[in-house]
């Protein structure tokens, strides 16, 4: 290690701001380098190595002078990738779980056949939806369209599909409100 680091080191634990910039200056692209072997997408390293850099930040004082900053960088970007891939990993098991009973709804409704008030009701509100809601709801619902295969397809943000589904699911529930209490998972989970 360098004297420079040193001295540069202490000063981040004292809060320099100028040391914080030289030390991200100087690792940054590093970091990603490494990071991205591990995650494999750009958007996401950046994500990792920056909010490394932050926890680094709030917790300055802890770093000692005597250590690779380096190595310390690329420690704590490893546990950092790392929890974000566990993190992906449950989220994954969650959305399968979800499919799951959704498709068993599914099933459910297929095979008691509801009635064809319903089905009208229904069909009725769900063209009573504003254009791109509906369009969100049908790729959803009826193409089984994940949201970020909807969002790819129209060419929008996912947060943008998510914001016209729950539209769309608060619209059809006011809609159809007195057919909720019979068939509420039909509502959610068609």
């Not at 990738?81 to 799951?100: E, F, G, M, P, T």
């Amino acid at each position: 290690m360098v004297i420079d680091e040193v001295q540069l080191l202490k000063a981040f634990a004292k809060g320099d701001k100028k040391a914080f910039e030289k030390l991200f200056k100087e690792y940054y692209d590093p970091a990603c380098r490494y990071v991205i072997r591990i995650i494999r997408d750009q958007d996401t390293t950046e994500e990792i190595v920056q909010a490394t850099f932050v926890n680094l930040w709030e917790k300055r004082e802890m770093i000692r002078s005597d250590i690779s900053f380096r190595s310390y960088l690329f420690r704590a970007a490893y546990n950092t990738a790392l929890n974000y891939i566990k993190h992906r990993k449950v989220v994954a098991r969650h959305v399968a779980s979800k499919q799951d009973r959704i498709e068993e709804v599914r099933r459910n409704f297929v095979s008691h056949q509801p009635d064809f008030e319903l089905q009208k009701r229904i069909k009725n509100a769900v063209e009573e939806l504003p254009p791109q809601c509906q369009r969100v709801f049908r790729l959803s619902r009826e193409e089984g369209l994940k949201y970020h295969e909807i969002a790819d397809e129209l060419g929008i943000s996912k947060k943008t599909v998510e914001v016209h589904m729950g539209k769309a699911l608060k619209m059809l529930r006011e809609s159809l409100g007195d057919y909720l209490t019979i068939f509420l998972p039909l509502i959610f989970f068609w």
